[in-house]
């Protein structure tokens, strides 16, 4: 339907480059900064997302990172062809939290799903509790994409979508994401799961 394929949309990309859309599921524990990494991505970066080269356009899932929606979490990563799992650099059981995400969807996921591993808040050096080098190990041993990043300052939040980007296949996805919207933002605490979401909330 309309938005897809790109030939007459404004902005689109210059004929002949193929838009793909994904699914994008974001994971990770409560207050690591989930939204606040879409909300700067989507705000910040939105119109040079659009110019780039890499043709390709997300439907980003926000998931609630509290215990309560885990059980709803299967749902939202099944159809997604990446993941960004997020931990808080400050604290050290949301990475604990990020590995377990990990595993769980090294296990359930799709078997292609593009990983990334996202150390937030890394403007809170000074309150560092997880080493640099450990993550990065850990990334390196499961074949993760990792970035430190900070949805304060920006720092590293576009790099880590690209770099997803670019290790995406640049044709379409068997289960496409669906909707017209580039980056649309799906957020889960809030309206598209209006049934689920009301009986959970509160
Ligand atoms: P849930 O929706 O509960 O799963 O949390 P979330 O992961 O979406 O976290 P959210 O984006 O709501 O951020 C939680 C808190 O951390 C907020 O007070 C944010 O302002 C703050 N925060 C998010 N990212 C950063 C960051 O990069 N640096 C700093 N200093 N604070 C951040
Ligand atoms: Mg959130």
Redesign the pocket.
């Known amino acids: 339907m309309a938005g897809r394929g790109g030939a007459a949309r404004p902005n689109g990309p210059a004929a002949g480059n193929k838009i793909c859309q994904f699914k994008l599921v ?1 994971l ?10 879409v ?1 700067r991505f989507v705000k910040g970066q939105f119109h040079e997302y659009q110019e780039s080269t890499i043709g390709g356009e997300f439907e980003i899932w ?5 215990e309560r929606y885990h059980s709803l979490a299967p749902m939202y990563y099944r159809g997604a062809q990446a993941a960004i799992v ?1 931990y ?1 650099i400050t604290n050290t059981d949301t990475f604990v939290r990020a590995k377990n995400w990990v595993k769980e969807l090294q296990r359930q996921a799709s078997p292609n799903i593009v990983i990334a591993l996202a150390g ?5 050096a000074t309150k560092r509790a997880v080493d640099f080098q450990d993550a990065q190990t850990y990334a390196d041993d499961n074949s993760l994409l990792f970035m430190e ?5 920006a720092m590293n939040v576009n790099e880590i979508f690209m770099a997803i980007a670019k290790k995406l296949p640049k044709t379409e996805p068997q289960s496409g994401a669906g909707g017209a919207g580039r980056n649309r933002v799906v957020d889960l ?1 809030e309206s598209s799961q209006p049934s689920r979401s009301q009986c959970c909330s509160n």
């Open positions: 974001l990770g524990e409560s207050a690591v900064g989930k939204s606040s990494l909300l926000d998931t609630a990172g509290q997020v808080d937030n808040k890394a403007d809170l990043t900070s949805a304060k300052t605490q």
